[in-house]
T-cell receptor, first 114, second 110 residues
Framework: NAGVTQTPKFQVLKTGQSMTLQCAQDMNHNSMYWYRQDPGMGLRLIYYSASEGTTDKGEVPNGYNVSRLNKREFSLRLESAAPSQTSVYFC?????????????FGPGTRLTVT | QKEVEQDPGPLSVPEGAIVSLNCTYSNSAFQYFMWYRQYSRKGPELLMYTYSSGNKEDGRFTAQVDKSSKYISLFIRDSQPSDSATYLCAMTPGASKIIFGSGTRLSIRP
């Protein structure tokens, strides 16, 4: 039982390059989330998927797209990376959206855009 | 103004001390209040969860919610070096996205 897995763990991009961050969970959870974490800013929600087949914008969606590929997988795409997207990205999942459902987080992807 | 405010610290205390971590919030619709713990270079993990006002105790940890003041606290008794981490408060009105505080970095000195 791996929980939430993310790939890659580290990535360096040049400005303008694109990439997809992958996330998978094996807990049969309905809801999945993408956050970014920057110093002093805490966790900010980028996009979430309350259930398979639905996606919604969070607090900071600009410059990102998501795909809920199936119940297990939720990917985050940067179409044209910018230095402002340098951050640590966390994927999370929960049984359902909101409280009181615990969110389980992956180990994170450290992205640097030069 | 952010919906959830949390002092970023860092907070450094000696082993065995009582630690108090706090958050304030502005949205009176918040009903569920959580504390997540995040070790360095790891993802956050749920530590405690409280519904509405009141206290909840789990071992050395006590969570308090004062909805009238829009203020929540986490107390750690007999703090240990293994408690050194970043603590994030989080809250939600219900079936909606969770709002996280910015986190307080805590260091327990042996």
């Amino acid at each position: 039982n791996a929980g939430v897995t993310q790939t890659p763990k580290f990535q360096v991009l040049k400005t303008g390059q694109s990439m997809t961050l992958q996330c998978a969970q094996d807990m049969n959870h309905n809801s999945m989330y993408w956050y970014r974490q920057d110093p002093g800013m805490g966790l900010r929600l980028i996009y979430y998927s309350a259930s398979e087949g639905t996606t919604d914008k969070g607090e900071v969606p600009n410059g990102y797209n998501v795909s809920r590929l199936n119940k297990r997988e939720f990917s985050l795409r940067l179409e044209s990376a910018a230095p402002s997207q340098t951050s640590v990205y966390f994927c999370a999942s929960s049984e359902a959206a909101g409280g009181p459902y615990e969110q389980y987080f992956g180990p994170g992807t450290r992205l640097t855009v030069t | 103004q952010k919906e959830v405010e949390q002092d970023p610290g860092p907070l450094s205390v000696p082993e065995g001390a009582i630690v108090s971590l706090n958050c304030t919030y502005s949205n009176s619709a918040f009903q569920y209040f959580m504390w997540y713990r995040q070790y360095s270079r790891k993802g956050p993990e749920l530590l405690m969860y409280t519904y509405s006002s009141g206290n909840k105790e789990d071992g050395r940890f006590t969570a308090q919610v004062d909805k009238s003041s829009k203020y929540i606290s986490l107390f750690i008794r007999d703090s240990q070096p293994s408690d050194s981490a970043t603590y994030l408060c989080a809250m939600t009105p219900g079936a909606s996205k969770i709002i996280f505080g910015s986190g307080t970095r805590l260091s327990i000195r042996p």
